[in-house]
Structure formats: C-alpha cells, structure tokens
C-alpha cells in the first residue's frame, strides 16, 4: 500500500515536473510581449499624464454613462463602445486621473492579447518589436490613454487578423474562433465602418478560399458589435440608411478626397486638422510616414522567402484601413490611422529584423548600428512631437474647467444648460446640459431654450465680435476666454 502510494506521488511529481518546461517555453515567450505591453501603460502615465483633462469627443463619450453631467447630444456617426469601455470609473467616479489610469492599463492588456494572438506564426522577437514600434508611435501613446474608439479598433484589427488565419488553419483552435469573434465584435462596437473596412480582405480571402467558416464566425462577431448600433439607427435617427447620410454629412461628405497630405499636416500633433491648411510639419517628423509602406512591402516579400505568408494579411487590412481615412475624406486626424499603424507594424518588423540578420560579416554589425540609430532617432522624433502635444492638450483641457468654473461663480450651477462656443466640453465640466440650435449637434430650439431659462440658469458662449443669439440679447454678459458669455439666472435659482 505505501509503495504504491510512493510509486503514484513519484508518477506525480515527473508528471508535474515534466509540464515544466513546456509552461517555462509559454512564460518566456510571453515575458517580451509583457514588457512591450508594461512599457507602453508606463510611458502613457509618464509622457500623458493622468491630470491631462478630458476633450471634446472625450466629454460627449463619458456623459453617457457618468453622473457628473447630462448626456451630451450623440451624433450619427459615434458608437457607444468607447461609453461602454469606461463605464466601470465613469458610472461611480468623476475623477479624469482615475479614468486615464484604467484606460492606460487596459490599453497595455489589449496590446499584450493582440501580440499574443500572433504566438506560432511569427517568431517573439518580431512581435516584441512590431508592439515596441506601434506603442511607441506618438498617436498610440496620446489616445491610449484616452476616452476615445480608435486604438481600440487597432488593437482589435490586430488580433482580428492573427485569430482569422488561426481559424483557418485549424477547426479545433476554439481560442482563435473565440479570438476572432470577440475582435470582431470590439472594432464593430467601438467604430462600425471602421471595422467593415478593416475585414473586407479577410471576407475576400474567406469567399474565395475555403474553410469558409471562420468568415461565419467574423460575420457573427461584427453582427454583435454593430447590433446596438444599428437598432439605435432605427430608434433615434429615422433608420440606417439616414443614419448613415447623416454620418457622412457630418464628415464632410464622403467621396472622393485627395486627404495624404492633410495627413502629413496633421503628424505633427495636430490632432484635428479640419480645415488642414498651413506647412507641413519638418521633414525629420514625416520621414517615418514615407520609410514605412517601403518596409511594410519588403516584410512580405522576404516572409515568402522563409516560408511565412502571414505578412500579406496584415498589409492588405492596413490598406483597406486605412483608404477611406486618405481618398475619402475631406480633412485628417492622426487617430484615424491607427489600426492601418498596428496591422502594418508586423511586416515593418519582419523587414527590420530581415535587414539587421541578412548582411554577412563583416557588414552585420554595420547594418545593426544603422538601424539601431534610425531607430533611436525615431523614437526621438515622436517624442518631440508627444509632450507638447500632451502639453497643449492639458492646456486646451484646463481652459474648459476655467470656464466651468466662471460659470459657478456667476450662479450657472447644475441644473443649468450651456449653448454656444464650446458648449458641450464646457457644459461637461460645469455639470450642465448642453443644446445647439443649428449644426452637427442640433438639439433644442431657441423657444426651448429660452423656456429653459425661465427655470433654470443658462449660458451662452459667444465668439468676440458676433451676436448673441435671439434669446440672449438682453442678458447679462461678461468677457470669458476671448468670448462673450452672456447668462441668465432666474431668482428661484440664484
């Protein structure tokens, strides 16, 4: 009886210890996406900051779920995932550092998934440097950490891709089934057109190629995250089709739109450039745009030659992403190529480490310290362009809560309603309800507005130099900001 007892703890034991180092070869292949992925949520904290303050769009997406402010009006275009993705601090805290510290953990989890997706089809290495050089674009460290779709998208785009050629190259891989319907899902819930033009290679490639079925379960995935979406399409904006007029309405109208160059502007920092005039920026801070669809056809070409055809997938889904955001529309935002950034950073890092290996002596060791430096030099370069982005941003932010604050001080306390100039971020910080009369963000009239003001304070921010509207002409009004602010607060108010 005690030999068996021995002889099972001892079959034990070599069953425990003979799992070890398969568990170590898993440990040790994840430990550099890890530190990719840890690098990234520190410098967000370190180079952003969690005191930045929240924007425009940012205040539109976190009023839908927080209780420091009204709903701010929800435009056709948006979609309710960034509102979802922050509702865990937004529904019971108001604080903006507490928020930007959640976002930049989870934005460094999602890379990490996303990079592991890619486990067995590429090597570490070139995944550990694909995620360094996506994390340490500008635009990826200025909108991880923010209220904002369009990382997420990117994120999702590359896991979506590594899932889908998962799935087709086995039935049983259910991680990567589950993988791609849960990607899938996220950029549909997060941007819907997006996420159509991030696929349409994968759907071109399931129609055309058999197993079909992985192209089942991206359909599925697409079909949850947009479902809101479009529901919300026939409830509140008269059905899809006019949801979708009015979306591109408000983008200026999608056709064609030589827009290249505006994004060249936009790289830079600036992170609206609507309407994108002006220079472009130095040539040391384009440089990178033009060197990398360069190395990302080279990745590809010399996959091929090592027998590794999945470089071309994440290229053609960068492509695609990438179109509308260049031909289609009539201005630019840096954010709006980052899931074209993520996808193109896997061949960029097979080309990369291809160029380092592929020199024979003695001319290895010059070919890694060429690159070593472009690569240092570049990475100085986005950060020359992130901290005074940063900077100006959290000045932009703090220029809001001035404003909010004047209006506290002038009696414009909750329940109070804000129109004008700014209306929406200002109305956010203050605690108020915001309404436009005219515009993308047209909600209220102004006898609505003026009935309002019979009950409660309401404010009008008025640019230097225009009339105030109808309703506001004989209120009290004072100089804010390089505006004309003009109020009334009612006696039961004040």
């Not at 995620?131 to 990117?154: D, E, I, K």
């Not at 739109?257 to 220079?279: E, F, I, K, N, Y």
């Not at 000045?395 to 109070?416: E, I, K, N, T």
Request: hydrophobic share 55%; charged share 10%.
């Amino acid at each position: 009886m005690a030999g068996s007892a021995h002889a099972t703890l001892a079959g034990t034991r070599r069953e425990r210890f003979g799992r070890l180092p398969g568990a170590t070869r898993r440990l040790r292949a994840t430990a550099p996406l890890a530190a990719v992925a840890v690098a990234f949520t520190l410098a967000q904290l370190l180079l952003v900051r969690p005191g930045m303050g929240l924007g425009w769009d940012e205040t539109v997406y976190v009023s839908q779920v927080g209780a420091h402010a009204p709903a701010a009006y929800f435009s056709a275009p948006r979609a309710r995932g960034v509102s979802v993705l922050v509702a865990p601090v937004a529904a019971w805290s108001s604080s903006t550092a507490l928020l930007r510290t959640y976002l930049a953990a989870l934005s460094g989890l999602a890379l990490l998934l996303a990079l592991r997706a890619w486990r067995g089809l590429f090597p570490v290495r070139v995944l550990a440097l694909a995620g360094a050089l996506f994390a340490s674009l500008w635009v990826t460290l200025f909108y991880g950490p923010q209220a904002m779709p369009n990382y997420w998208v990117a994120v999702g785009a590359l896991a979506a891709v590594a899932c889908f050629l998962r799935a087709r190259a086995g039935r049983a891989d259910h991680a990567a089934l589950w993988g791609l319907a849960a990607s899938a899902a996220l950029m549909a819930l997060m941007r819907p057109m997006d996420a159509v033009w991030v696929v349409l290679p994968l759907f071109a490639l399931g129609v055309v190629r058999r197993p079909r079925w992985p192209l089942l379960v991206l359909s599925a995935g697409l079909a949850a995250g947009a479902a809101e979406w479009v529901v919300e399409a026939y409830v509140s904006y008269g059905g899809l089709a006019h949801r979708l007029s009015a979306g591109s309405a408000i983008q200026g109208g999608l056709g064609w739109h030589l827009a290249v160059v505006d994004q060249l502007r936009s790289l830079g920092g600036r992170t609206l450039c609507r309407p994108c005039t002006g220079a472009l920026p130095s040539p040391l801070v384009t440089a990178w745009w033009f060197v990398l669809p360069v190395l990302a056809a080279l990745g590809p070409a010399l996959a091929v030659r090592a027998r590794r055809t999945a470089a071309a997938l994440p290229l053609a889904c960068a492509a695609t992403a990438a179109f509308p955001y260049l031909f289609l529309i009539g201005y630019a935002a840096p954010r709006f190529l980052l899931p074209a950034y993520a996808l193109l950073a896997l061949p960029v890092a097979v080309a990369l480490l291809r160029l380092m290996t592929a020199p024979r002596r003695p001319w290895r060791p010059v070919a890694v310290t060429l690159l070593c430096v472009g690569l240092a030099i570049h990475l100085a370069v986005q950060l020359s362009v992130l901290v005074p982005t940063a900077r100006g941003a959290t000045a932009s932010h703090q220029g809001y809560a001035r404003a909010a604050d004047a209006l506290h001080r002038l009696g414009v306390r909750p329940p109070c309603l804000l129109t004008g100039d700014d209306a929406i971020p200002i109305a956010f910080y203050a605690g108020c309800a915001s309404a436009a009369t005219a515009g993308h963000n047209a909600n209220a009239t102004a006898d609505a507005i003026a009935r309002t003001a019979l009950r409660e304070p309401v404010a009008a921010l008025v640019p230097t130099g225009s009339r105030p509207p109808g309703y506001a002409r004989d209120w009290t009004w004072v100089p804010l900001d390089g505006r004309r602010l003009y109020y009334a607060v009612p006696k039961a108010a004040s």
